[in-house]
């Protein structure tokens, strides 16, 4: 009897713990993905970092990108946005190619969301990832595409994927127009190779007027198909709550700015583990009271 009863108590205190796991790994996601634009992060003052106050993301519903500017392809070749527009949307998303953790977060969510939308790239829409690094070439752009291709795993779909480098005056025609504001900052050698910056990514019309933004790095497939629908009839949606994943988090006491996300993430999974082991310590040790006190009532009673 006891052995069966051990048995359900393990078993249910094996789904608390997995319960408990989802729950903080979720919050830990939370805390990492997604700050508010006008709320403190984590580790900083109740004001935004000065290193935050040129970056940010401003909706221009309706405004119209413009598709003379020449960008490089994932080839070499040159090509005019125009290319890419005229009979079918676009989802356009600003990135640099080597960030070390938010723009490769922004591009993973976009192609697994896309894995269930049941609209084809190339052919029922583009997906045109331009990057805001004009130090970037072709080569970073041609990587990008290929591992991109591969998590979405669709191969056929190539030539829907357009992952562009460009000069800077054409990136800042873009951003610009597009109302994605970026600061360039230090990198671990203290050279100005990496960048503070906001993620989103953008519908498109076939006429190239910017329908509608999706903020963050996880997007949801539902969304995304009925915005590209809407936008290949040339509607114009509504503004969405300025939320934002901002790529830098800025110490005011070392005067450094660091990857929030590997923190948060490495600092919440070692509280989970402590947290989990901690309670089921407990639970197994109470059964272990629990039968020894049982064997020593009943060899007395015996007895």
């Given amino acids: 009897m006891y052995s069966t009863n051990s048995a359900k ?4 205190v094996t789904r608390l713990a997995a319960t408990a796991l989802l729950c903080l790994a979720a919050l830990t996601a939370s805390q990492a993905q997604v700050s508010r634009y006008d709320e403190k992060q984590v580790g900083t003052t109740n004001e935004k970092p000065n290193i935050l106050n040129g970056v940010g993301i401003a909706q221009h519903l309706n ?34 190619y080597q960030c070390p953790m938010l723009c490769s977060e922004e591009l993973n969510g976009l192609s697994s969301a896309l894995q269930m939308v049941n609209l084809v790239p190339g ?97 949801s497939p539902k969304d995304i198909r009925l915005g590209l629908v809407e936008a290949s009839g040339n509607h114009i949606g509504s503004p969405v709550d300025n939320i934002l994943t901002y790529c830098y988090h800025y110490d005011p006491q070392s005067n450094k700015h660091s990857l929030i996300i590997a923190r948060v993430v490495q600092l919440g999974g070692a509280v989970t583990l402590v947290m989990l082991g901690g309670f089921m310590w407990i639970m197994f040790r109470r ?10 009532s009943g060899t007395k009673v015996n007895g």
């Fill in 63 to 96: 405004q119209q990108i413009p598709l003379d500017l020449t960008f490089t392809d994932e080839t070499g070749k040159p090509v005019q946005l125009a290319s890419y527009f005229g009979t079918k949307p676009a989802i356009l998303a600003l990135v640099y």
């Fill in 9 to 12: 108590k393990t078993r249910t």
């Fill in 287 to 296: 059964d272990y009271r629990a039968a020894h006190e049982k064997l020593a």
């Fill in 123 to 219: 052919k029922d829409f583009n997906i045109v990832v331009v990057s805001i690094d004009p130090s970037e070439g072709t080569d970073l752009a041609a990587a990008k595409k290929r591992s991109y291709l591969r998590r979405y795993g669709r191969p056929e779909t190539a030539a829907g994927w357009h992952f562009m480098t460009g000069t800077q005056p054409n990136i800042d025609a873009l951003t610009k127009t597009v109302g994605f504001s970026y600061v360039k900052i230090p990198g671990p050698d203290g050279k100005l190779t990496q960048f503070a910056h906001a993620s989103s990514i953008q519908i498109v019309t076939p006429q190239g007027k910017l329908a509608q933004y999706y903020m963050g790095v996880e997007y």
